[in-house]
């Protein structure tokens, strides 16, 4: 159980275009999603915070307007990325926790992004 | 202070050999921790959470201690397979909201 999907697991776009990156619970419903960043060799930078039928809460130094998370249902939530650029390569990875005591996340598979 | 602090390592260790990896964190408020394993280009996985007596799950022992702010991972008999990153992961104070250490990394040799 506690199973989270994101899609696509790999991308390569042109600079300026947008990407959307789709993350789903599988077979639980999350009350919490998580999308994080994360560079070569270094640890996952948490971007932003998204429950279900409100807006996210992004971390500091984050662009909200750069990267639109909506989170239409409890199990899925998405990630854009507009107008990307070289500098956003990187890989995304999306987690998913339901209420419990130690509140765990379940982590995506990530997408890779590679801007041209 | 960063909010959770991590030795990157590496520690190369031998098969069979017993290692232990720190993390200290800032907030005193907080209340989950848990340790994670990523393997190299992949997502996280969660290795256990900590609890505040400790835990022990086969080769792993996850210890908390609050007065000090660190948790701590024990792993006995090390195998080949338990090469990875490991990263420590605190809920801040009265939240949800996961920060991450910059993990350990662990090689086991031969």
């Known amino acids: 159980g506690a199973v989270v999907s994101q899609h696509p697991s790999w991308v390569i776009c042109k600079s300026g275009t947008s990407v959307k990156i789709e993350c789903r619970s599988l077979?639980?419903?999350?009350?919490?999603m998580f999308w994080y960043r994360q560079f070569p060799k270094q640890s996952l930078m948490l971007m932003a915070t998204?429950?279900?039928?409100?807006?996210?809460?992004?971390e500091q130094g984050v662009e909200k307007d750069k990267f639109l998370i909506n989170h239409a249902s409890l199990t899925l939530s998405t990630l854009t990325v507009t107008s990307a650029h070289p500098e956003d390569s990187s890989f995304y990875i999306c987690?998913?926790?339901?209420?419990?005591?130690?509140?765990?996340?379940?982590f995506g598979p990530g997408t890779r992004l590679t801007v041209l | 202070r960063k909010e959770v602090e991590q030795d990157p390592g590496p520690f190369n260790v031998p098969e069979g050999a017993t290692v232990a990896f720190n993390c200290t964190y800032s907030?005193?408020?907080?209340?989950?921790f848990f340790w994670y394993r990523q393997d190299c280009r992949k997502e996280p996985k969660l290795l256990m959470s900590?609890?505040?007596s400790g835990n022990e799950d086969g080769r792993f022992t996850a210890q908390l201690n609050r007065a000090s702010q660190y948790i701590s991972l024990l792993i006995r008999d090390s195998k080949l397979s338990d090469s990875a990153t490991y990263l420590c992961?605190?809920?801040?104070?009265?939240?949800?909201?996961?920060?991450f250490g910059r993990g350990t990394s662990l090689i086991v040799h031969p």
């Open positions: 900590v609890y505040s």
């Open positions: 998204s429950n279900e039928g409100s807006k996210a809460t992004y």
């Open positions: 992961v605190v809920n801040r104070g009265g939240s949800y909201i996961p920060t």
């Open positions: 907030n005193s408020a907080s209340q989950s």
């Open positions: 987690s998913a926790s339901m209420e419990s005591l130690y509140n765990e996340q379940f």
């Open positions: 077979d639980f419903q999350a009350t919490t």
